[in-house]
């Protein structure tokens, strides 16, 4: 048969197929297929205007000079090149990496710690599990309004305490010495009960065999942390170390509720987020803003990039 032949022949039978009616399977699978678009189209469509369109929105309006009521003026990347020589920004992205270095250790440190005392088969641990998790759901209007009590340098119950061992009152909140350590720990308290929870999965993930042939080799408790539970646990502190740092360089409302919007005392709290929304919403700079946000995405793509790089290599994704 000649292949003129054999190619009418298939173009024949394709022609038959799709004239063929729609089997009933078929016209299910489209039915179905139809209904997940229709479901998921609110979401997408709110995915396209409130982050999509947003993100170009604000991309262009880091070109202009704007202050909402006056008529945009086209300054290209005027308003970048000013960043650099802004003395302030300049000292908001510095108490930025002080806070997101102090935290982001003592966030998992702490976190892990507490993900192992939680791990214990002890009577009653269900509610002191809720109780460690508690401060990541409670406002942070409630936990400001407690910590300020606390730090207080009158009668704070911290300054009470220390009072005890004879050591004078210290201002928490109003020196430059005290006042970013004192608002990181707050932020780290606060988001203590999810990082706890991460770890408590990743802790009750591993085999309890390993554990079991490890005893039976005489290993001691610090053995098997540091030869089994760290090295399984790898993938959880990445990824907790990863989110922590996105986090606590997002780190708006705990300065802001503590210090005050300015970041007091003189500006030693202040963060980048927070004279982000000082140069946008209370000296109407949308454009100063909105290059400050770019660059900020920028930062954070490039120290996460460094991140996977860097501590990817060491994650051990083998549980045994």
Same mark, same amino acid.
């Given at each position: 048969?000649?292949t003129?032949?054999i190619?009418?022949?298939?173009?024949?039978?394709?022609t038959?197929?799709?004239?063929?009616?729609?089997?009933?399977?078929?016209?299910?699978?489209?039915?179905?297929?139809?209904?997940?678009?229709?479901?998921?189209?609110p979401?997408?469509?709110?995915?396209?205007?409130?982050?999509?369109?947003?993100?170009?929105?604000?991309?262009? /309006?880091?070109?202009?000079?704007?202050?909402? /009521?006056?008529?945009p003026?086209?300054?290209?990347v005027?308003?970048?090149?000013r960043?650099?020589?802004?003395?302030?920004?300049?000292?908001?992205?510095?108490?930025?990496?002080?806070?997101?270095?102090?935290?982001?250790?003592?966030? =998992?440190?702490?976190?892990?710690?507490?993900?192992l005392a939680?791990?214990t088969k002890?009577?009653?641990?269900?509610?002191?599990?809720?109780?460690?998790?508690?401060?990541?759901?409670?406002?942070?209007?409630?936990?400001?309004?407690?910590?300020?009590?606390?730090y207080n340098?009158?009668?704070?119950?911290?300054?009470?305490?220390l009072?005890?061992?004879?050591?004078?009152?210290?201002?928490?909140?109003?020196?430059?010495n005290?006042?970013?350590?004192?608002?990181?720990?707050?932020?780290v308290?606060?988001?203590?009960?999810?990082?706890m929870?991460?770890?408590?999965?990743?802790?009750?993930?591993?085999?309890?065999?390993?554990?079991e042939?490890?005893?039976?080799?005489?290993?001691?408790?610090?053995?098997?942390?540091r030869? =089994?539970?760290?090295?399984?646990?790898?993938?959880?502190?990445?990824?907790?170390? =990863?989110?922590?740092?996105?986090g606590?360089?997002?780190?708006?409302?705990?300065?802001?509720?503590?210090?005050?919007?300015?970041?007091?005392?003189?500006?030693?709290?202040?963060?980048?987020l927070?004279?982000?929304?000082?140069?946008?919403?209370?000296?109407?700079?949308?454009g100063?803003?909105?290059?400050?946000?770019?660059?900020?995405?920028?930062?954070?793509?490039?120290?996460?990039?460094v991140?996977f790089?860097?501590?990817?290599?060491?994650?051990?994704?083998?549980?045994?």
């Amino acid at each position: 048969m000649s292949t003129t032949g054999i190619a009418s022949k298939r173009s024949a039978a394709a022609t038959a197929a799709a004239a063929a009616p729609i089997g009933p399977r078929r016209r299910w699978r489209r039915a179905e297929t139809l209904a997940g678009y229709l479901f998921i189209a609110p979401a997408l469509l709110h995915s396209l205007v409130f982050i999509v369109a947003v993100v170009f929105v604000s991309a262009l /309006i880091s070109t202009w000079d704007w202050d909402l /009521i006056s008529p945009p003026e086209f300054v290209g990347v005027e308003n970048y090149t000013r960043l650099f020589r802004d003395g302030i920004w300049l000292r908001a992205l510095q108490n930025t990496a002080i806070f997101v270095v102090l935290s982001v250790p003592l966030s =998992i440190g702490l976190s892990l710690a507490v993900a192992l005392a939680a791990n214990t088969k002890l009577r009653g641990m269900t509610f002191f599990r809720t109780a460690y998790f508690f401060p990541y759901v409670a406002s942070m209007v409630s936990v400001a309004i407690v910590f300020r009590w606390l730090y207080n340098k009158d009668y704070g119950l911290i300054n009470g305490f220390l009072g005890i061992f004879g050591i004078d009152p210290i201002d928490w909140l109003g020196s430059c010495n005290t006042a970013l350590p004192a608002v990181a720990l707050v932020s780290v308290w606060k988001g203590l009960g999810f990082n706890m929870t991460l770890f408590l999965a990743g802790l009750q993930a591993i085999p309890a065999h390993l554990y079991e042939a490890a005893q039976l080799d005489g290993a001691g408790r610090w053995q098997q942390f540091r030869d =089994i539970t760290w090295p399984l646990l790898s993938p959880t502190t990445f990824f907790v170390s =990863i989110t922590s740092m996105l986090g606590f360089f997002q780190t708006f409302d705990s300065v802001f509720l503590l210090t005050g919007g300015a970041g007091g005392p003189e500006r030693c709290t202040l963060l980048y987020l927070n004279y982000l929304q000082q140069q946008g919403w209370q000296f109407f700079r949308m454009g100063y803003a909105a290059s400050m946000s770019w660059v900020l995405f920028a930062l954070l793509l490039v120290i996460t990039f460094v991140q996977f790089k860097v501590l990817n290599k060491r994650v051990n994704y083998e549980l045994g």
